[in-house]
């Protein structure tokens, strides 16, 4: 689906369109209900839903609409692949080019293993997981998405 950045009760916020994949609807249902069911969790590396809602168009191919908090643009596969490095500015966050170095690749992994074992903990398994979908947040925080 489609990603877009937006203002919810005056909080910044991202909201994703899921789409219906066509060859699949079963799936497709399937991974929508599963992705809410992390809504009800809290954790720092993990990113988390604030609303969801099934109620769509019928005009779009969509199962639903899920709310999240915005951890920001930068991802990890920004960092890895050059595209850019986390900088504060006035702004707020930007992915500005640099080097990852070994410290700050630790502190990464170590924010990534606690998503992830926290996630675990509550029998969920992300099944998606890649450096596009770890944000680092503008505190230089790794969360799973």
């Given at each position: 689906g489609s990603v877009y950045k937006a203002?919810?009760?005056?909080?910044?916020?991202?909201?994703?369109?899921?789409?219906?994949c066509s060859k699949n609807h079963l799936a497709s249902r399937q991974s929508f209900w599963a992705e809410l069911n992390v809504a009800r969790l809290d954790h720092n590396n993990v990113v988390?839903?604030?609303?969801?809602?099934?109620?769509?168009?019928?005009?779009?191919?969509?199962?639903?609409?899920i709310i999240m908090e915005y951890a920001g643009n930068c991802t990890l596969h920004h960092v890895i692949y050059g595209t850019g490095y986390l900088?504060?500015?006035n702004d707020g966050l930007k992915c500005d080019h640099g080097f990852l170095n070994t410290a700050q690749a630790v502190i990464y992994s170590c924010d990534i293993v606690a998503g992830l074992m926290f996630l675990h903990s509550q029998l969920i398994v992300h099944l998606d997981l890649k450096p596009a979908n770890i944000f680092i947040t503008e505190h230089n925080v790794c969360k799973i998405g």
């Open positions: 203002t919810y009760h005056g909080a910044t916020v991202a909201v994703k369109q899921v789409k219906r988390h839903i604030v609303a969801a809602s099934t109620c769509t168009p019928t005009s779009q191919d969509s199962l639903g609409t900088t504060g500015n």
